[in-house]
């Protein structure tokens, strides 16, 4: 393999949970609506913000509605990272994992449905700039299909100039699986959250799932 992609959320930084808890805020800030676990696996985990907004509001929304409607939610979210007096850190294994990736120039790159305020802040907060070039970083713009569409993936790999059938990705979504499997990556590895082991050996597509980055599996690709 020749280049690495990595999703964001809940594959290099476990906030599942935060982000799970600041749509419930926004949600009851803004609607009447009670939204179950499995669909925020299915239809919010993983998803562009612009499609949970139309699937949680259950009706199709403009750009710029979208969008403020977005910004209200991941404001939330970051002043909940910030109040943090824990689990405000990289998966564990990860800066080891990136930094035995630096030191072979093995080309590396984020795709995440993340928007670019909270990229902005991944960046500051974790001083991401260490690893990863941000201009060639894939974030959702607006203007990308969302997952499980493989175009996520398929930028990425054109910002890092890797083939996908050459690349690894990480992700920990259903709908990420699905999006690097239709880019055609040539290993998928699913990162656990939350005890989520079997739902992601389920797809039947992944090299492995590893619990976090001190996995020896992940070194032994290169």
Same mark, same amino acid.
């Given at each position: 393999? +020749?280049?690495?992609?990595?999703?964001?959320?809940? /594959?290099?930084?476990?906030?599942?949970?935060?982000?799970? /808890? =600041?749509?419930?805020?926004?949600?009851?800030?803004?609607?009447?609506?009670?939204?179950?676990?499995?669909?925020? #696996?299915?239809?919010?985990?993983?998803?562009? +913000?612009?499609?949970?907004? !139309?699937?949680?509001?259950?009706?199709?929304?403009? %750009? #710029?509605?979208?969008? !403020?409607?977005?910004?209200?939610?991941?404001?939330?979210?970051?002043?909940?990272?910030? =109040?943090?007096?824990?689990?405000?850190?990289?998966?564990?294994?990860? !800066?080891?994992?990136?930094?035995?990736? %630096?030191?072979?120039?093995?080309?590396?790159?984020?795709?995440?449905?993340?928007?670019?305020?909270?990229?902005?802040?991944?960046?500051?907060?974790?001083?991401?700039?260490?690893?990863?070039?941000?201009?060639?970083?894939?974030? +959702?713009?607006?203007?990308?299909?969302?997952?499980? =569409?493989?175009?996520?993936?398929?930028?990425?790999?054109? #910002?890092?100039?890797?083939?996908?059938? !050459?690349?690894?990705?990480?992700?920990?979504?259903?709908?990420?699986?699905?999006?690097?499997?239709?880019?055609?990556?040539?290993?998928?590895?699913?990162?656990?959250?939350?005890?989520?082991?079997?739902?992601?050996?389920?797809?039947?597509?992944?090299?492995?799932?590893?619990?976090?980055?001190?996995?020896?599996?992940?070194?032994?690709?290169?």
């Amino acid at each position: 393999m +020749n280049g690495v992609i990595f999703d964001f959320n809940g /594959t290099l930084f476990r906030d599942s949970a935060y982000h799970e /808890t =600041a749509w419930h805020t926004f949600i009851a800030q803004e609607t009447d609506r009670v939204v179950a676990k499995e669909e925020f #696996e299915h239809h919010v985990h993983g998803v562009n +913000n612009h499609e949970a907004l !139309e699937y949680i509001f259950k009706k199709k929304l403009g %750009k #710029e509605t979208a969008d !403020e409607l977005a910004e209200r939610k991941e404001k939330i979210y970051r002043e909940m990272v910030l =109040a943090l007096d824990s689990g405000n850190q990289l998966v564990a294994g990860a !800066e080891k994992y990136l930094d035995f990736l %630096k030191e072979r120039n093995i080309p590396i790159t984020i795709a995440t449905a993340s928007m670019k305020n909270n990229v902005d802040f991944y960046f500051d907060f974790f001083r991401l700039d260490r690893w990863f070039d941000y201009d060639k970083v894939i974030y +959702n713009d607006g203007n990308i299909p969302s997952k499980p =569409a493989p175009d996520f993936y398929l930028k990425a790999a054109e #910002e890092i100039q890797c083939p996908p059938a !050459e690349v690894i990705v990480f992700e920990d979504s259903v709908s990420g699986i699905r999006s690097a499997f239709n880019a055609k990556a040539g290993a998928i590895w699913g990162v656990s959250t939350e005890g989520n082991n079997q739902m992601l050996l389920q797809s039947g597509v992944l090299a492995g799932v590893i619990d976090d980055y001190h996995d020896s599996r992940i070194y032994e690709q290169f």
